[in-house]
């Protein structure tokens, strides 16, 4: 068995802990493929992993990286509708940050139209994310309002995109005037400042029927405000905390309903599964990219072996414009 490299963290900490080193190659099981890694990018949960608050599930690599792109290498027994050299991205549990990686096949998906190697690394995780929750759980349609928290980042520049071919009214918060500018220019029709600007008084009283929102307690009460009736809260981050009071009685006033749902702990298969959403991704955010109605929004390509600065950029708050590609 050949070595491999992978970017690892000797111990929870800072950007610091993370090193490019030699690691075993992996091997796939049945119904696994393996990949060489093209591409990975960085997602917050990344840097919650490696300051050791956010462990892979059970039997997942304990390498960094929800998602990658690069060419199948190999499959597992009982793999079919794949084959050795294709081109492909895939959502994973672990593993990104490394130049092999094995993933469950139903996890894996052929590159948009459109989108080169590279930049289809960055997809895989806002795609599952924003799909799961604005449209199969919130199920934003066309004339309704969604509210995006976070309108620079990865997820939110995705959602602006995706709630816009769904004919949706996108609002969005974000900290300075040049990412919202930035974020209308991919679409937004209300962009929110929220160091000066109350986005429950930008709503009015129509508010809002799906609230994505990446803050939690912090933000909790006014999300509670801003929803419009029979809206949806989809809680997918804590970045304002974990712990708040609620007033139950404004969900019930307004028939809404308040979910948090995680993608990383879904099953590989069954009810509820990752396998479920990357079916539903295929199906319906895949022809969005042929029409050219979404596209990656990629700030800057690094090394992998430079991933401490991109943990360390993206944890500055201020520049990173969309997501931050690692190439192996």
């Given at each position: 068995?050949?070595d491999?490299?992978?970017?690892?963290?000797?111990?929870?900490?800072?950007?610091?802990?993370?090193?490019w080193t030699?690691v075993?190659?992996?091997?796939?099981?049945p119904?696994?493929?393996?990949?060489?890694?093209?591409?990975?990018a960085?997602?917050r949960?990344?840097?919650?992993?490696?300051q050791?608050f956010?462990?892979?599930?059970?039997?997942?690599s304990?390498i960094?990286g929800l998602?990658c792109s690069?060419?199948?290498?190999?499959?597992?027994?009982?793999?079919t509708?794949?084959?050795?050299g294709?081109?492909v991205?895939?959502?994973?549990?672990?593993?990104g940050?490394?130049?092999?990686v094995?993933?469950?096949?139903?996890?894996?998906l052929p590159l948009p139209?459109?989108?080169?190697?590279?930049?289809a690394?960055?997809i895989?995780e806002?795609?599952?994310?924003?799909?799961?929750?604005v449209?199969?759980?919130g199920?934003?349609?066309?004339g309704?309002?969604?509210?995006?928290?976070?309108?620079?980042?990865?997820i939110g520049?995705h959602?602006?995109?995706v709630?816009?071919?769904l004919?949706?009214?996108?609002?969005?918060?974000?900290?300075?005037?040049?990412?919202?500018d930035?974020c209308?220019?991919?679409?937004?029709d209300?962009?929110i400042?929220y160091?000066?600007?109350?986005?429950v008084?930008?709503?009015?009283?129509?508010?809002?029927?799906?609230?994505?929102?990446?803050?939690g307690?912090?933000?909790?009460?006014?999300?509670?405000?801003a929803?419009?009736?029979?809206?949806?809260l989809?809680v997918?981050?804590?970045?304002?905390g974990r712990?708040?009071?609620?007033?139950m009685g404004?969900l019930?006033f307004k028939r809404?309903?308040?979910?948090?749902l995680?993608l990383?702990?879904?099953?590989?298969?069954?009810?509820?599964s990752k396998?479920d959403?990357v079916?539903?991704?295929r199906?319906?955010?895949?022809?969005?990219?042929?029409?050219?109605e979404v596209?990656p929004?990629?700030?800057?390509?690094?090394?992998m072996?430079?991933?401490?600065?991109?943990?360390r950029?993206?944890?500055?708050?201020g520049e990173?414009?969309g997501?931050?590609?690692?190439t192996?």
């Open positions: 068995m050949s491999v490299y992978a970017i690892v963290a000797r111990e929870p900490g800072g950007p610091e802990v993370l090193e030699e075993p190659d992996p091997e796939p099981g119904g696994e493929v393996l990949i060489d890694v093209a591409a990975s960085v997602n949960a990344d840097l919650l992993q490696r050791g956010y462990p892979p599930p059970p039997g997942a304990d960094i998602e690069g060419t199948i290498a190999k499959l597992g027994e009982g793999v509708g794949w084959q050795v294709a081109e991205c895939a959502l994973l549990a672990g593993g940050y490394g130049q092999r094995v993933v469950p096949a139903v996890q894996v139209d459109g989108v080169d190697l590279v930049a690394a960055s895989p806002v795609a599952c994310t924003v799909w799961s929750n449209v199969m759980h199920r934003l349609e066309a309704q309002v969604l509210l995006v928290h976070g309108g620079a980042g990865g520049t959602a602006i995109q709630g816009k071919a004919g949706a009214t996108v609002a969005v918060t974000a900290g300075s005037r040049d990412r919202l930035r209308a220019e991919l679409g937004a209300v962009t400042n160091r000066d600007q109350d986005f008084e930008v709503l009015g009283s129509r508010g809002a029927d799906v609230i994505l929102d990446n803050m307690a912090s933000y909790l009460d006014r999300n509670l405000n929803l419009a009736m029979d809206g949806h989809l997918i981050g804590f970045q304002g712990k708040a009071e609620m007033d404004k019930l809404g309903s308040l979910t948090a995680s990383r702990f879904r099953p590989v298969e069954g009810r509820a396998a959403v079916a539903a991704v199906a319906g955010l895949w022809p969005m990219f042929a029409k050219g596209k929004i990629v700030h800057t390509v690094m090394p072996s430079a991933a401490a600065d991109a943990h950029a993206l944890e500055s708050g990173v414009f997501k931050i590609v690692l192996s």
